[in-house]
């Protein structure tokens, strides 16, 4: 039996990134809100204490099984997405970055109107507070606390002076005027502590009394009747329930939940609804196509100077004693500590590599399911990653059955273009042109296995294929458009149905230029923004200020 609940003028669906952001805003107006999420709550030491991120990954983690993926290893794979509320920002590395400026012109020039740089850069203001202040680039008083990252120890500077000697500028603000160059890493915490779109929006801007919570609630469809969205149906614990809308239902639930729950309710490509046993209501044929993702590759080096590889009893306790003080330390360590923003090619208008370091080294063990297990390496040494920013494949998220808990099938090729492989292998090389600068040489030795063991190009482009990981970036799969595959409009509006729109990273035309929670972040602002001073706001809820 299904229990029909109060009807609500919104639905949110998904609590991660985006989707706590527009629930928030919506509920800041004065609508009521029921934002319904299928995973936990945030409140768990594990998601608040940054160093803790491994556990959180293996606790709080759909674990979504991808197909084998014969351009690498073909290998099982599972790709991150937070099971929790703030999804995957609740289980990232919490590194800031908006991006690039050509990459919101570039979606305005796809035909994204309202899209452009200049368009949703007063969205990334209001959504942050940045520790070095408002400026003509960012914002002072948003719920978001971004600062630059507090670890100013010996590995980390002389990453700085290795790239500076490779002959990028020091760029103290990436998120500013310019995006090039290296600087130390930006991170969103709030006194050593995440600080993410769930923690910070629903506590902080949500009107008290307009915004109803439901966690452990896992949507089975969209209800859809006169072609106009009218509510959803859920499971909550065990009971199946439904909710209606005065107004809209939102999906936020992430490159893969979004098309996946499209499909379920019938909304995508005939040909792949029929093959999964589901009723075509609209032939959408872009929901789940169009997915990217950036291609990840580490690398290794011996350290000569201590680091936490082999934990002092001293370094752990002054750990803990910085956190306690003032929440910094290693307990507030993020994996990322320096990034430069990089280039395969100097002709290249803007970055498509970002070269990132890590002041120790990992292990990264893969279990029968393709589920990694993050651990310290034995040895003392640095963790190096280049990451392709500009990835040519695309892949596509499709149901495997109609049964509202199959998992989806998520197909992608990292390396099928030719070309990603010649510019993950540029990458890697650049990476370790600037290890070879003297900053670095003087306290290296050497690469660890295997990569040590590569002599040639081809043991490196074999290195590259057995190694290249997803970044757990994935975007695209809703995409924003006017073009045949488009899912939303610029309004970010569902093309064929009424009052029901997608919100997430999924609406990307194409990837940004580096880590994608705060571009992700900056959709649920927009998405806010025009749903409020749009002709559907019946109501006349007030218009977000720009």
Same mark, same amino acid.
Request: hydrophobic letters at 40%; aromatic letters at 6%.
């Given at each position: 039996?299904?229990?029909?609940?109060?009807?609500?003028?919104?639905?949110?669906?998904?609590?991660?990134?985006?989707?706590?952001?527009?629930?928030?805003?919506?509920?800041?107006?004065?609508?009521?809100?029921?934002l319904l999420e299928a995973g936990v709550s945030d409140r768990r030491i594990d998601v608040r204490i940054p160093a803790a991120v491994a556990l959180a990954y293996q606790k709080v983690n759909w674990k979504y099984p991808a197909e084998p993926d014969p351009s690498r290893t073909g290998r099982p794979e599972a790709w991150m997405a937070g099971k929790v509320m703030g999804g995957g920002g609740s289980i990232n590395s919490c590194v800031y970055v908006r991006g690039n400026r050509a990459d919101y012109d570039g979606w305005a020039k796809q035909?994204?109107?309202?899209?452009?740089?200049?368009?949703?850069?007063?969205?990334?203001?209001?959504?942050?507070?940045?520790?070095?202040?408002?400026?003509?680039?960012?914002?002072?008083?948003?719920?978001?606390?971004?600062?630059?990252?507090?670890?100013?120890?010996?590995?980390?500077?002389?990453?700085?002076?290795?790239?500076?000697?490779?002959?990028?500028?020091?760029?103290?603000?990436?998120?500013?005027?310019?995006?090039?160059?290296?600087?130390?890493?930006?991170?969103?915490?709030?006194?050593?502590?995440?600080?993410?779109?769930?923690?910070?929006?629903?506590?902080?801007?949500?009107?008290?009394?307009?915004?109803?919570?439901?966690?452990?609630?896992?949507?089975?469809?969209?209800?859809?009747?006169?072609?106009?969205?009218?509510?959803?149906?859920?499971?909550?614990?065990?009971?199946?329930?439904?909710?209606?809308?005065?107004?809209?239902?939102?999906?936020?639930?992430?490159?893969?939940?979004?098309?996946?729950?499209?499909?379920?309710?019938?909304?995508?490509?005939?040909?792949?609804?029929?093959?999964?046993?589901?009723?075509t209501l609209l032939h959408l044929p872009g929901v789940g196509e169009n997915l990217h993702e950036h291609p990840y590759l580490m690398q290794r080096w011996r350290s000569k100077i201590p680091t936490i590889n082999k934990m002092r009893v001293g370094t752990a306790a002054k750990g803990l004693a910085d956190y306690l003080r003032d929440g910094s330390g290693l307990l507030a360590m993020t994996m990322v500590q320096v990034q430069c923003m990089a280039r395969t090619e100097p002709s290249l208008q803007t970055p498509d590599l970002q070269l990132?370091?890590?002041?120790?080294?990992?292990?990264?063990?893969?279990?029968?399911?393709?589920?990694?297990?993050?651990?310290?390496?034995?040895?003392?040494?640095?963790?190096?990653?280049?990451?392709?920013?500009?990835?040519?494949?695309?892949?596509?998220?499709?149901?495997?059955?109609?049964?509202?808990?199959?998992?989806?099938?998520?197909?992608?090729?990292?390396?099928?273009? /030719?070309?990603?492989?010649?510019?993950?292998?540029?990458?890697?090389?650049?990476?370790?042109?600037?290890?070879?600068? /003297?900053?670095?040489?003087?306290?290296?030795?050497?690469?660890?296995? /295997?990569?040590?063991?590569?002599?040639?190009?081809?043991?490196?482009?074999?290195?590259?294929?057995?190694?290249?990981?997803?970044?757990?970036?994935?975007?695209?799969?809703?995409?924003?458009?006017?073009?045949?595959?488009?899912?939303?409009?610029?309004?970010?509006?569902?093309?064929?149905?009424?009052?029901?729109?997608?919100?997430?990273?999924?609406?990307?035309?194409?990837?940004?230029?580096?880590?994608?929670?705060?571009?992700?972040?900056?959709?649920?602002?927009?998405?806010?923004?025009?749903?409020?001073?749009?002709?559907?706001?019946?109501?006349?809820? /007030?218009?977000?200020?720009?």
């Open positions: 039996m299904t229990k029909t609940e109060t009807v609500f003028d919104y639905i949110v669906v998904g609590g991660g990134s985006a989707g706590s952001v527009v629930a928030a805003r919506l509920a800041e107006a004065g609508a009521d809100v029921l035909g994204c109107t309202g899209w452009d740089y200049d368009s949703v850069l007063p969205a990334f203001k209001r959504m942050e507070t940045w520790a070095g202040g408002a400026s003509e680039f960012r914002g002072g008083s948003g719920p978001i606390a971004v600062n630059v990252q507090t670890n100013h120890g010996q590995a980390n500077m002389a990453f700085m002076e290795a790239c500076r000697q490779a002959g990028y500028p020091v760029n103290p603000d990436y998120n500013g005027r310019d995006q090039d160059g290296v600087g130390l890493a930006q991170v969103n915490h709030r006194r050593g502590t995440r600080s993410q779109s769930s923690r910070e929006y629903l506590r902080r801007v949500a009107l008290r009394g307009k915004l109803t919570v439901r966690t452990h609630s896992y949507v089975h469809r969209i209800l859809v009747d006169g072609g106009a969205a009218v509510g959803v149906q859920y499971r909550h614990h065990g009971t199946v329930m439904e909710a209606r809308v005065r107004e809209e239902v939102i999906l936020s639930a992430g490159a893969i939940g979004s098309p996946r729950l499209l499909q379920l309710s019938g909304i995508g490509p005939k040909a792949a609804l029929s093959s999964a046993g589901v009723e990132q370091f890590v002041p120790f080294a990992i292990t990264r063990a893969v279990d029968e399911n393709g589920m990694f297990n993050v651990q310290p390496a034995k040895e003392e040494g640095f963790l190096a990653s280049s990451t392709f920013l500009r990835p040519r494949t695309r892949g596509s998220v499709t149901l495997r059955g109609s049964a509202p808990d199959a998992t989806p099938r998520i197909s992608y090729q990292f390396l099928a273009d /030719p070309d990603d492989v010649r510019d993950c292998l540029l990458g890697l090389r650049e990476m370790q042109r600037v290890m070879a600068q /003297p900053a670095m040489t003087a306290i290296t030795d050497g690469q660890l296995e /295997p990569e040590a063991n590569c002599r040639n190009d081809s043991d490196w482009q074999d290195y590259v294929r057995a190694a290249v990981t997803p970044s757990y970036h994935p975007v695209g799969t809703c995409k924003m458009g006017v073009d045949d595959l488009a899912v939303v409009d610029p309004e970010l509006r569902v093309h064929g149905i009424n009052n029901l729109r997608v919100a997430d990273a999924s609406i990307m035309p194409t990837i940004t230029t580096g880590n994608t929670n705060a571009p992700s972040m900056m959709i649920g602002e927009r998405a806010a923004e025009l749903i409020l001073s749009g002709s559907a706001n019946r109501n006349g809820f /007030p218009h977000v200020s720009r």
